[in-house]
């Protein structure tokens, strides 16, 4: 009995050899994307641009989305959404999607324009506090910084 249990023990391998089947769980289902997006590009930010609402074409959406900076995307520059491609019409050869367009646009661009509605926001609420506070009065100051205190320590009850 003492040589069979030996060459069992010399037979077995070690346990992290041995090869296990591991069983991934699968993904969980979710609706699909209706729209379709790009591989990010540096430097480039995507947007799909609307050509026509409830069939009818809006072509000064489009304009006014291309003086801004917008460019149609080229399907041959954008493999991933090849399927996509349309064959006719004014952007022949872009990527549409039903009545929206992919467009695209430099970063630098958007930064521009954010900085720009910034100082229009800002010059906006600058002139509305002055025309508030041209009707204040020092005696009774339409804006008036409001402290408070806290203080800690016993009431003094009697």
Sequence with gaps: MGDTQ?????????RELDARV???RPEAWRPPE?????????GWTHRYIRLAILGKADPSNISSK?????EPCRAQDYPELMMHATEEGRFKGGIQVG??????IPDEFLVQRAAYYDKQNKAQMES????FLRES??????????????SFGSSSKS
């Design 22 to 24: 591991q069983f991934e």
């Design 137 to 150: 009065n020092p005696k009774m100051p339409l804006f008036a910084e409001r402290k408070s205190t806290v």
């Design 34 to 42: 209706v729209l379709p997006a790009p591989n990010p590009r540096p």
């Design 99 to 104: 009545d929206l367009l992919l467009c695209r």
């Design 128 to 131: 509305v506090d002055n025309n």
């Design 6 to 14: 030996v060459n069992q023990k010399q037979n077995r391998m070690d």
């Design 66 to 70: 291309l003086r801004e900076g917008y």
